[in-house]
């Protein structure tokens, strides 16, 4: 189908006729004429926790891993299937830092557009630690602390840039 709008789906997963596109919900989409299945590519929920020290600093991890390695980024992952977002933030911090930490309320929301080929909708949360050791691991080769408004170069993804100057901008509103 080389007009589709998806390069995941050709066949219907279903019955495994060949897709073709049908105008639903205002776009046109993958569909199958036979058994009515619709390719909806939506974008996969991503997470990640925001932890700053008493004096403000926030934690980073430095990717060794699923690309942009050797940048920096604020601890994140992907929510799997089933899982409670909360659950997928403090998961996916423990992992790559070691470090366990309570989760609290949402510190951003942002689509990631970074990644055409995988698009991804960020939440950010704010995390206070609550045990374990720094140590980074998974896709991660170290962690370390900055200041907000001097993160080390380069960072992985464009949003993280944009929640740490929106991280920068409240803190001055709250003086």
């Known amino acids: 189908m080389a007009d589709s709008v998806s390069p995941d789906y050709h066949y219907c997963p279903r019955c ?3 897709l073709k596109l049908a105008n639903r919900g205002g776009l046109p989409r993958p569909s199958c004429t036979s058994c009515g299945f619709v390719h909806f590519r939506n974008p996969a929920v991503g997470v990640a926790v925001v932890v ?5 600093r926030i934690l980073l991890g430095r990717r060794s891993a699923g690309g942009n390695e050797g940048a920096w980024c604020i601890p ?4 799997e299937w089933g899982e409670d977002i909360r659950e997928a933030a403090r998961r996916e911090f423990a992992e790559e830092t070691g470090l366990e930490v309570r989760i609290g ?6 689509s990631n557009f970074h990644n055409p080929a995988a698009l ?3 939440v950010w949360f704010y995390g206070e ?3 374990g050791e720094a140590e980074a691991s998974d896709d991660l080769d170290r962690v370390a602390w900055f200041s907000p408004d001097d993160p080390p170069e380069p960072l992985a993804f464009p949003t ?3 929640v740490l100057v929106e991280l920068v901008r409240n803190r001055a509103n709250v003086r």
């Open 16 to 18: 495994r006729l060949e």
């Open 52 to 56: 700053l020290d008493k004096q403000g």
């Open 76 to 79: 994140c992952g992907y929510v």
């Open 105 to 110: 309320e949402v510190c951003a929301v942002h």
């Open 120 to 122: 991804t909708v960020g």
């Open 129 to 131: 630690i609550v045990g």
């Open 160 to 162: 993280d840039r944009t």
